[in-house]
């Protein structure tokens, strides 16, 4: 992982920034520039485009969620996969 940096789903008015073990997941298939993978978060499969840079669950694409890659320290972050800071 590129020092400083983490991967972030949109949530309202913010950004919760992905889980540990699903973060590890998500830099290694970026980096290997995969286009897409498909990752087991909180048991549903969730689809992560890469290309579009959204996320959404595979059986259900009608909900849409960005994502991106950006510094850990980000104003607007509201937790950690819907555990909320402070
Ligand atoms: N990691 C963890 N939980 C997720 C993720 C993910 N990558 N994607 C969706 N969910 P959907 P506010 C979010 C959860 O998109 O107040 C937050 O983590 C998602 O949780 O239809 O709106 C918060 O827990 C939602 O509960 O697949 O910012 C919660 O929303 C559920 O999966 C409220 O956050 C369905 O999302």
Redo the contacts with the bound molecule.
């Keep these: 992982f590129d020092e400083g940096y983490q991967w972030y789903?949109?949530?309202?008015?913010?950004w919760?920034q992905?889980?540990a073990r699903?973060s590890l997941d998500l830099e290694a298939h970026h980096k290997k520039g995969d286009r897409s993978c498909e990752l087991l978060?909180?048991g549903?499969v969730?689809v992560i485009d890469f290309e579009n840079m959204v996320?959404?669950?595979q059986r259900?694409r009608s909900?849409?969620?960005r994502i991106k890659r950006d510094l850990i320290n980000i104003p607007g972050k509201?937790?950690v996969?819907?555990l909320k800071i402070g």
């Design positions: 789903y949109e949530g309202v008015n913010g919760w992905y889980d699903t978060i909180a549903f969730y996320q959404f669950q259900d909900k849409k969620r509201k937790g996969a819907g």
